[in-house]
């Protein structure tokens, strides 16, 4: 069962009101490693621009630092995960708490934005760009039409000159040599045309270089957003606590349902505790 558990029972109020501190507590000391801060970056078009960013790696500072304070619960080291621009940062916590199982769930979630750095060599290499794409339309219209000549002349040449599409076409089908051959007529007049490949080479190059110039920026909010905001892709931290009952302790085997009402008040007072723990944790992890 997945904390704020429903009942209005001993175990249930005590739950709930352990994890909720918790997750302010964790808000609070989340906080200064997604702090924002205003970063240069350039725009498609060149326009330079203040952008809001923070360092994941102070999240992950963050969560080691948490792994390191809290005593005696199983970390899960730091995880990733991301789908398109949606990222993803998090680590779990268990613990057995007598003959109930915790785990918590720590996270952020957040956007990666791709900007230009802000340096005058992204205009050059676009405007590079959009010069050899005019010059190798041109070039590429030249030698589109040296190439209908010649086949056309080849044609000629074979008497297939007054054949109709079809007719052509059927012939070609049945006729692999001739495929080939007009295949070649084409390929030499291309080699006539050094330039087209250079272009292609050059175009290659700068957007390799383009590519380079490229910086990640990241953005969130910090507000507590719950596991189902968590799936909608929102932005924000999030912080859950699954509680299931540990069936068998040889086998480790455990059951998510738990009758709350007949949980005993000494079982509901050690799971809240050790979520107390965890609370106080963060508490001094925020204040170092």
């Known amino acids: ?45 060149g326009t330079v621009a203040q952008a809001d960013t ?30 398109e621009d949606l990222h993803r940062l998090f680590c779990q916590f268990t613990k057995e708490a007598g003959r109930y199982y915790i785990s918590g769930y720590f996270g952020v979630q957040f956007h990666l934005l791709l900007y230009y750095r802000a340096d005058k060599r992204v205009i050059e290499i676009q405007k590079e760009l959009a010069k050899i794409a005019d010059d190798a339309t041109s070039v590429f219209k030249n030698m589109a039409g040296a190439a209908d000549n010649a086949l056309a002349a080849e044609l000629e040449k074979r008497g297939y000159a007054s054949l109709e599409y079809q007719e052509l076409f059927t012939k070609m089908f049945d006729d692999e040599k001739l495929v080939q051959e007009l295949d070649e007529k084409a390929s030499a007049v ?22 380079d110039l490229l910086i990640e920026l990241y953005q969130t909010s910090p507000v507590l957003i719950d ?3 968590l799936m909608q892709g929102e932005e924000g931290v999030t912080t859950y606590f699954d509680i299931e009952v540990v069936k068998n302790k040889k086998t480790k085997t455990r059951e998510a349902y738990l009758d709350t009402p007949k949980i005993k008040k000494y079982a509901a007072d050690l799971v809240a505790g050790e979520l107390g723990r965890v609370e106080k944790t963060l508490e001094k992890a925020r204040l170092s």
């Open 227 to 229: 596991y189902n905001r």
């Open 190 to 211: 291309e080699s006539q045309f050094p330039e087209f490949e250079e272009m292609g080479n050059r175009k290659t190059m700068l957007f390799a270089e383009l590519n």
């Open 1 to 45: 069962m997945r904390a704020p558990l429903k009942g209005n029972d001993h175990f249930c109020r005590q739950v709930n009101a352990a994890a909720q501190k918790v997750e302010e507590a964790y808000l609070e000391a989340i906080g200064p490693a997604i702090a924002m801060r205003k970063a240069s970056a350039m725009l498609g078009d």
């Open 54 to 83: 923070f360092d994941p790696q102070n999240v992950q500072a963050f969560y080691q630092q948490l792994a390191n304070s809290l005593k005696g619960w199983t970390f899960s080291g730091i995880l990733k995960s991301a789908t």
